[in-house]
């Protein structure tokens, strides 16, 4: 059926099913997730996939999902194309948030806009919430507020200059969307805005996104989880994996220190390796947010000789050991 394949999808139960492909059985080439979905007992699910035009042989195969936790969305704070500050979790009082991760080519915001706004339009006010990451430099807010001009202010773009944000969020390709849950920040739907799919003599357009905004409103499951999205490389600036004597630790003395060791402000201590790991994630969504090291200066419009803000590259090194579930690794430690 012209650049697609229609399969329909038979399930036993309603629960979370994964379907995977590879183009060539027995090769020892992994399984690919194509689809998260929740399964139907009552009947059989259509499904399109839009990427196998190219594929001489194309496998795939059902598999039920016994558990998967959910994805935690920490808290972050980035300026957007106006010079306002957003935070993720200020929007606690709504019923989805939806963040388009663009990566670099702010074209894909363009592209994706009228999809955006027609989502969080067809809900009251305050329910949706429209957030489009941009992989770009504080330098480049001029150009992305020239190219985004008709943008309602509903639907702001937010430089993620550190591309931290971005990497702990994204599947690494973009332009990627999710929805998060407010109620227990977790992703509920990762994947394309909108898939159109060629069937020969017709075309037609998927939304999947749209669909899991309406299921999270509806306070139903979530009925396709994840799709995936065509081979376009995020292009994140590579990041230090850093170890935790070498490159946490001397992160930590120099920025956390004056006020996270004992008898000193902060409500807690950095002492040893064990405290730290046990408030990683608390950790994680201050830096993102700018809470900690407490300063909210826009580095756009000046330098400050006693900035106690961290460096793009801590941050990403730091939140990227966080990720990787803060590994002690070997060498001599300053903490603990």
Request: with cysteine; proline share 8%; glycine share 6%.
């Given at each position: 059926?012209?650049?697609g394949v229609?399969l329909?999808?038979?399930?036993?139960?309603?629960?979370p099913?994964v379907?995977e492909t590879q183009a060539?059985?027995?090769?020892?080439?992994l399984?690919?997730?194509l689809?998260?979905?929740?399964?139907?007992?009552?009947?059989a699910r259509?499904f399109?996939?839009p990427y196998c035009a190219?594929?001489e042989?194309?496998?795939?195969?059902?598999?039920?999902i016994?558990?998967?936790p959910?994805?935690?969305?920490s808290?972050?704070?980035l300026?957007s194309?106006?010079?306002?500050?957003?935070?993720l979790?200020?929007?606690?009082p709504?019923?989805?948030?939806?963040?388009?991760?663009?990566?670099?080519?702010i074209q894909?915001?363009v592209e994706?806009a009228?999809?955006?706004n027609r989502?969080?339009?067809?809900?009251?006010?305050?329910?949706v919430?429209?957030?489009v990451?941009?992989l770009s430099?504080?330098?480049e807010r001029?150009?992305?507020?020239?190219?985004v001009e008709?943008?309602?202010?509903?639907?702001?773009?937010?430089q993620d200059?550190?591309?931290?944000?971005?990497?702990t969020?994204?599947?690494?390709?973009t332009?990627e969307?999710?929805?998060v849950d407010?109620?227990t920040?977790?992703?509920q739907y990762?994947?394309?805005?909108q898939l159109?799919?060629n069937q020969?003599t017709?075309?037609i357009t998927?939304?999947p996104?749209?669909?899991?905004?309406?299921?999270?409103?509806?306070?139903?499951?979530?009925?396709i989880?994840?799709m995936v999205?065509?081979d376009?490389?995020l292009?994140?600036?590579p990041v230090?994996?850093?170890?935790y004597?070498?490159d946490?630790?001397?992160?930590?003395?120099?920025n956390?220190?004056?006020?996270h060791?004992p008898?000193?402000i902060?409500?807690?201590?950095m002492?040893e390796?064990?405290?730290?790991?046990?408030?990683?994630r608390?950790?994680k969504s201050?830096?993102l947010?700018?809470?900690m090291?407490?300063?909210?200066?826009?580095?756009?419009y000046a330098?400050?000789?006693?900035?106690?803000?961290?460096?793009g590259?801590e941050?990403s090194t730091l939140?990227?050991?966080i990720?990787?579930g803060?590994?002690?690794?070997?060498g001599r430690?300053s903490?603990?």
């Amino acid at each position: 059926m012209g650049d697609g394949v229609e399969l329909q999808l038979k399930t036993p139960s309603d629960s979370p099913y994964v379907l995977e492909t590879q183009a060539q059985l027995m090769s020892g080439e992994l399984w690919k997730p194509l689809m998260e979905f929740r399964g139907s007992a009552g009947g059989a699910r259509s499904f399109v996939d839009p990427y196998c035009a190219d594929k001489e042989s194309k496998f795939y195969r059902l598999r039920q999902i016994l558990s998967k936790p959910p994805v935690e969305v920490s808290n972050f704070r980035l300026i957007s194309q106006t010079g306002q500050a957003h935070e993720l979790y200020y929007h606690w009082p709504a019923k989805a948030i939806v963040l388009l991760l663009t990566g670099k080519e702010i074209q894909n915001a363009v592209e994706s806009a009228a999809e955006l706004n027609r989502i969080r339009e067809s809900y009251p006010s305050g329910d949706v919430i429209t957030l489009v990451l941009s992989l770009s430099s504080p330098g480049e807010r001029e150009e992305i507020a020239a190219l985004v001009e008709g943008f309602p202010l509903e639907l702001p773009v937010l430089q993620d200059t550190s591309h931290a944000v971005t990497r702990t969020l994204s599947s690494g390709f973009t332009p990627e969307a999710l929805v998060v849950d407010p109620l227990t920040w977790s992703i509920q739907y990762r994947g394309p805005v909108q898939l159109t799919i060629n069937q020969g003599t017709t075309e037609i357009t998927l939304s999947p996104l749209s669909d899991a905004v309406a299921d999270l409103l509806a306070q139903r499951p979530v009925s396709i989880s994840r799709m995936v999205l065509p081979d376009t490389t995020l292009q994140v600036n590579p990041v230090k994996s850093g170890e935790y004597a070498s490159d946490i630790a001397p992160i930590l003395i120099n920025n956390c220190f004056p006020c996270h060791t004992p008898g000193n402000i902060a409500p807690w201590a950095m002492t040893e390796y064990s405290v730290i790991a046990e408030y990683a994630r608390l950790i994680k969504s201050a830096v993102l947010a700018g809470e900690m090291p407490p300063w909210h200066a826009d580095p756009k419009y000046a330098h400050f000789s006693n900035s106690k803000s961290l460096t793009g590259d801590e941050i990403s090194t730091l939140i990227d050991w966080i990720d990787r579930g803060t590994p002690r690794g070997g060498g001599r430690r300053s903490i603990g």
